[in-house]
């Protein structure tokens, strides 16, 4: 942790900048890259954020946008992933649509039970000022006056990553986080947060934050897992085809 922190005078600067408060719980940046990151959103329309797990990618985001629609800088927020892991389809699962989708989202259901107090959640999602919905659910829609988050981006196609962008409207925020190290699509399918780097990094509005082993901010036993596997891939060649 001193290590990821050590390139700044002033420590406080990022432990400082706490984003939400609930039940004495304090969310802030833990690392130099993950106070870029918050600030990289509160300054860009678009924010892409890519790295492995445990660097707080979806979790300061989703606090950042919990935060926009109390203090009403937003009308609602959208979270969304898209329906593909470890090889299962929807297709493949029991039960309805609704049952069918549970498993993809709960991770983001799990973060918001950490930032807001049960009857609030509620009450946000009955008023639809919380949707948490897959990633086939945007098409053909125009979000406006949201703070809209894509999740697991790395399993979106290109096709639909550009579905997606395009669905900004006005008075709205993206961000946009995956891992391109933990692609779940089949070997031949290109993957959208892969291309997507070398189309829209050019483009002013547009923030792309790279998180690495260091800011993997989990058990420390999370890190070694991630920088051991990254060292193989090295080694061995296995890297995925892009």
Excluded: C
């Excluded at 039960?95 to 930032?115: E, N, S, T």
């Excluded at 395009?166 to 947060?193: C, H, M, N």
């Amino acid at each position: 942790m001193i290590g990821a922190i050590d390139q700044v005078h002033d420590v406080r600067e990022i432990f400082e900048d706490v984003i939400w408060r609930h039940r004495g719980k304090k969310i802030a940046p833990k690392t130099v890259n993950q106070k870029r990151y918050v600030d990289a959103i509160r300054d860009h329309t678009v924010t892409f954020a890519i790295g492995p797990a445990g660097t707080g990618k979806t979790y300061l985001a989703m606090a950042l946008a919990v935060r926009a629609l109390s203090e009403r800088e937003v009308g609602r927020i959208i979270l969304t992933r898209p329906a593909v892991e470890a090889g299962e389809r929807l297709g493949f699962l029991p039960g309805d649509i609704l049952a069918k989708v549970d498993p993809y989202l709960r991770p983001l259901f799990d973060a918001l039970y950490d930032m807001l107090d049960a009857d609030r959640l509620t009450s946000y999602m009955e008023k639809g000022a919380i949707e948490v919905a897959p990633l086939a659910f945007m098409r053909g829609r125009t979000l406006n006056d949201s703070f809209i988050i894509l999740d697991e981006a790395q399993n979106t196609s290109p096709e639909q990553m550009q579905m997606f962008l395009t669905r900004l409207g006005f008075g709205s925020k993206v961000v946009v986080t995956g891992d391109v190290t933990q692609i779940d699509l089949p070997r031949e399918q290109a993957s959208g947060l892969v291309s997507v780097q070398d189309i829209l990094g050019p483009i002013e509005g547009i923030a792309f934050i790279r998180f690495g082993h260091e800011d993997v901010v989990r058990h420390k036993l999370v890190q070694r897992i991630v920088e051991a596997y990254r060292r193989h891939t090295e080694e061995t060649g296995t890297e995925r085809a892009r």
